[in-house]
């Protein structure tokens, strides 16, 4: 039960070995907690020549037979793409929030709430029974609500906690309806026979109430219009909680259930318009909105809302390609968003605010923080040469072929031009306001770079997004191709990621 280890190390040894740890020193606790995470990345590592030949793993442990729930647990190109960036990015978060913390901040407790949280993310992604994952889904919420609120002595951190598990919760609530009305009509609760019954689903009366109620639970989690409100809310939140949870975990939980469950749910019409029209109006609606945000993490977190807008949006578009593109736009956006959630933090920390009307000219003081934010904001523009690039062309490509939704299919590329402009705009503001225009006033603290190894998580993902940007086809394509395969549901034809066609 190699898949089950995954998610119970953190869950057990990880939260377990971070208080422990703690008593000993700061250090202590981040290096116990980053090792369990290798040895759970270890073992993902181990299926890496069965899942890349195209085959999948799943393994069931009975539990409670009679209500259909069982121990079971799905590893394939999809939830082999998200246990990566779980990991991945959570080994970084770890090294960078050794830093990021105060002395007067408990970092046993921060390392245990965040090993929580990550095993219910990894749960969400490997489980196969659906009920099951319902379980995890809950506990992300849980896990998120006491992250969000770790500076509990902030009327601002506990306001903000709080919403995030009303909305959250209430949606995971509808998304449990859906998956009991979904397993009785597949006569499963499996994903396996779920998705062997996409027929039956689709026939069934109950497939509008159940397509509804699923939604709910993904659009709220994933903070889509107008269940958005409660994703700014959240950034009281420490920084390296807003850059594992905001940009590449907790957010997309909604995004991989919607990728998961479209072999039996997408591909009509209904899917289609709904998802489509939420994602598009989200997209657009937030990216306008994170222009005029004079906070750090506020037009950070608005940006996030639009760039999960774009994701489901595509999700939604019955194009086997749109699926390829999806895919990879997930991982493109966790590496530029949480590398610049984690320089909001950085600046945050060294000046003392992360108000843009008073941090003018960082550029001089923090040079070389300023060229890795330069970097994955033109990524997240969709400058040529980075990973953020090559994805949005996908998407812009996906937008002219959708004649067949009539109205919609005519307004679709007019509001995906107007969203990327508003991306390139909050893009250049934030370059520009933070570091140049004119002198910082007022600050709090003299700005200087930070700690050596506080910028190591950022350079990383930074290296990410030109290597992917350059080489699309030696790093990520192979991955991309077969989270693609599992997302649609079938066979996709051959496409080619590369930076000009010709």
């Known amino acids: 039960m190699t898949l089950l280890t995954i998610i119970l190390l953190p869950m057990l040894a990880g939260t377990t070995l971070a208080w422990l740890a703690a008593r000993v020193s700061r250090g202590a606790s981040a290096w116990a907690v980053a090792g369990v995470t290798l040895c759970s990345l270890g073992l993902l590592l181990g299926f890496s020549d069965t899942i890349f030949s195209g ?44 830093y990021y913390l105060s002395e007067s901040d408990s970092i046993g407790k921060f390392y245990a709430l965040l090993m929580l949280f990550m095993s219910a993310m990894l749960g969400i992604v490997l489980t196969e029974n659906i009920l099951l994952t319902f379980v995890f889904w809950e506990l992300t919420s849980l896990s998120s609500f006491l992250l969000i609120g770790f500076w509990n002595h902030k009327s601002e951190s506990r306001r903000g906690a709080r919403m995030a598990l009303t909305v959250t919760g209430g949606g995971g609530l509808a998304m449990l309806a859906g998956f009991l009305l979904l397993g009785h009509v597949a006569g499963s609760y499996e994903l396996t026979q779920i998705f062997a019954a996409r027929e039956t689903v689709l026939a069934s009366p109950l497939y509008m109430p159940i397509l509804i109620l699923i939604l709910l639970g993904a659009f709220t989690k994933s903070a889509q219009f107008p269940f958005h409100f409660w994703l700014p809310q959240a950034m009281a939140a420490p920084t390296p909680v807003s850059a594992y949870l905001h940009s590449a975990t907790m957010v997309k939980a909604g995004v991989f259930m919607l990728a998961r469950l479209y072999p039996v749910l997408g591909g009509t019409y209904d899917f289609e318009i709904i998802v489509s029209v939420v994602g598009l109006t989200t997209m657009a609606f937030a990216a306008y909105v994170a222009i005029f945000k004079h906070d750090l993490k506020g037009l950070l977190a608005y940006s996030t809302i639009s760039h999960l807008g774009l994701i489901i949006f595509l999700i939604g578009l019955s194009s086997p390609l749109s699926a390829a593109a999806a895919v990879f736009h997930i991982i493109n956006h966790a590496t530029f968003k949480a590398s610049l959630f984690m320089v909001a933090g950085i600046i945050d920390h060294e000046c003392g605010t992360r108000d843009m009307r008073r941090l003018r000219g960082l550029f001089k003081f923090m040079p070389y923080t300023a060229t890795l934010a330069m970097v994955a904001a033109a990524s997240m523009a969709g400058v040529p040469l980075f990973n953020g690039f090559l994805s949005k062309e996908m998407f812009f490509v996906e937008s002219l072929a959708l004649s067949h939704l009539g109205w919609f299919g005519s307004v679709a590329p007019v509001v995906v031009t107007l969203g990327g402009v508003f991306s390139v705009a909050y893009s250049a503001r934030f370059v520009h306001n933070v570091f140049f225009n004119g002198t910082p006033t007022d ?59 010709g």
């Open 55 to 98: 085959q999948k793993v799943i393994s069931s442990i009975p539990w409670m037979p009679e209500l259909g729930i069982n121990f079971a647990f799905r590893l394939d190109g999809l939830g082999y793409l998200f246990t990566l960036l779980i990991l991945c990015i959570g080994l970084l978060i770890i090294l960078y929030a050794k």
């Open 443 to 501: 600050l709090p603290h003299t700005p200087h770079e930070p700690p050596r190894f506080m910028k190591m998580p950022v350079e990383l993902l930074v290296v990410l997004c030109i290597l992917i940007g350059v080489l699309p086809a030696l790093t990520v394509a192979p991955l991309v191709f077969l989270a693609a395969v599992d997302v649609f549901g079938g066979p996709i034809p051959q496409y080619t990621i590369a930076i000009w066609h």
